[in-house]
């Protein structure tokens, strides 16, 4: 979680709930919210953009990526970004176990990730690089 402190507030203590802020008007508990994350799938001439409302941290989120990255090797020449995409989604919702997917497919960044990743085709390597913008 991100913290901001303004000249007003000071942190008094930090919980699961949330972070308690003592102010002028007094103590006040502000609640965790969700850590979102868009990650952008390119390979320089196809692009996809998935959303995580929730948990987006980079060690679940990197973790995931590379796990879908390390079972897509060898299944097909090239960067073939929609392949990479969909072998992701697959492996990332067991709808047995949850009612909702973790990610979903977007239409590019929201403008309220706490993070944004990009995995992106090198040509010249063959292979996938993953960057972390937060």
């Given at each position: 979680?991100?913290?901001?402190?303004?000249?007003?507030?000071?942190?008094?203590?930090?919980?699961?709930?949330?972070?308690?802020?003592?102010?002028?008007?007094?103590?006040?508990?502000?609640?965790?919210?969700?850590?979102?994350?868009?990650?952008?799938?390119?390979?320089?001439?196809?692009?996809y953009?998935?959303?995580?409302?929730?948990?987006?941290?980079p060690?679940?989120?990197?973790?995931?990526?590379?796990?879908?990255?390390?079972?897509?090797?060898?299944?097909?020449?090239?960067?073939?970004?929609?392949c990479?995409?969909?072998?992701?989604?697959a492996?990332?919702?067991?709808?047995?176990?949850k009612?909702?997917?973790?990610?979903?497919?977007?239409?590019?960044?929201?403008?309220?990730?706490?993070?944004?990743?990009?995995?992106?085709?090198?040509?010249?390597?063959?292979?996938?690089?993953?960057?972390?913008?937060?």
């Open positions: 979680m991100h913290i901001y402190t303004r000249k007003t507030k000071t942190i008094e203590a930090k919980s699961e709930q949330g972070s308690r802020y003592k102010g002028a008007m007094g103590s006040v508990l502000v609640k965790n919210m969700s850590t979102r994350a868009t990650i952008e799938f390119t390979d320089g001439y196809e692009t953009y998935v959303y995580r409302h929730c948990d987006g941290f060690d679940i989120v990197i973790r995931e990526i590379q796990y879908a990255i390390d079972k897509s090797k060898g299944r097909w020449s090239g960067a073939e970004t929609g990479l995409l969909t072998m992701f989604l492996l990332n919702y067991d709808p047995d176990k009612r909702l997917p973790e990610y979903h497919i977007s239409s590019g960044f929201a403008g309220d990730e706490s993070y944004r990743y990009l995995v992106k085709w090198n040509g010249s390597t063959e292979e996938w690089i993953v960057n972390l913008f937060d």
